[in-house]
T-cell receptor, first 115, second 117 residues
Framework: AQKVTQAQTEISVVEKEDVTLDCVYE???????LFWYKQPPSGELVFLIR??????QNEISGRYSWNFQKSTSSFNFTITASQVVDSAVYFC????????????FGTGTRLTVIP | SAVISQKPSRDICQRGTSLTIQCQVD?????MFWYRQQPGQSLTLIAT?????????ESGFVIDKFPISRPNLTFSTLTVSNMSPEDSSIYLC???FGTGRSQETQYFGPGTRLLVL
């Protein structure tokens, strides 16, 4: 069965610190897709990144970077030099090829960046 | 991606009544979905809205409680029927441009915050 675990419920950091949000997943499919979404206080879910199971290259986008490790079933998200605008709830999600379009979300990590 | 709007953005309703939430996309999309996010919780898929046919519901969700329409490729509605306080949640619409046979990225609307008294 599929499962996404975000063990960190809440994290607080001081502005300009780096922070890593952990995501561990479980799936029996050999082909699957991983996502990160950001939910600011306004409530809208903002798509950040999608990763296919056959592409383990890490990715960097500005201050954001993602580390995908199939060996440990992890897909961690790092924010470098955090800013107050990064304060939000971040969700990791998994979609299996055999599960059509169902997205399984983790429980989310609430990040607070203190000025 | 696409510009997705939802109406209403929020509402306060009395128990026993029904509320219809609209989701409008600025371009034609293949797939439309409805999710529920209960207070402090993660997102759960309610159903896939199929154009011109009945929606596909996930386990735990039924058509009588959450009727869904999708008359065309840019619009869908979700009705929360006979509401109780337990229905207080954020309801989110999402869309994707995939064929339905392979997973595509889902883009979400701004959500509808519902409070049932």
């Amino acid at each position: 069965a599929q499962k996404v675990t975000q063990a960190q419920t809440e994290i607080s950091v001081v502005e300009k610190e780096d922070v890593t949000l952990d995501c561990v997943y479980e799936t029996r499919d050999t082909t699957y897709y991983l996502f990160w979404y950001k939910q600011p206080p306004s409530g809208e879910l903002v798509f950040l990144i999608r990763r296919n199971s056959f592409d383990e290259q890490n990715e960097i986008s500005g201050r954001y970077s993602w580390n995908f490790q199939k060996s440990t079933s992890s897909f961690n998200f790092t924010i470098t030099a955090s800013q107050v605008v990064d304060s939000a709830v971040y969700f990791c999600a998994l979609s299996e090829r055999t599960g059509a379009n169902n997205l399984f979300f983790g429980t989310g990590t609430r990040l607070t960046v203190i000025p | 991606s696409a510009v997705i709007s939802q109406k209403p953005s929020r509402d306060i309703c009395q128990r026993g009544t029904s509320l219809t939430i609209q989701c409008q996309v600025d371009s034609q999309v293949t797939m439309m979905f409805w999710y529920r996010q209960q207070p402090g919780q993660s997102l759960t898929l309610i159903a896939t809205a199929n154009q011109g046919s009945e929606a596909t519901y996930e386990s735990g969700f039924v058509i009588d409680k959450f009727p869904i329409s999708r008359p065309n490729l840019t619009f869908s509605t979700l009705t929360v029927s006979n509401m109780s306080p337990e229905d207080s949640s954020i309801y989110l619409c999402s869309v994707s441009f995939g064929t339905g046979r392979s997973q595509e990225t889902q883009y979400f609307g701004p959500g509808t915050r519902l409070l049932v008294l």
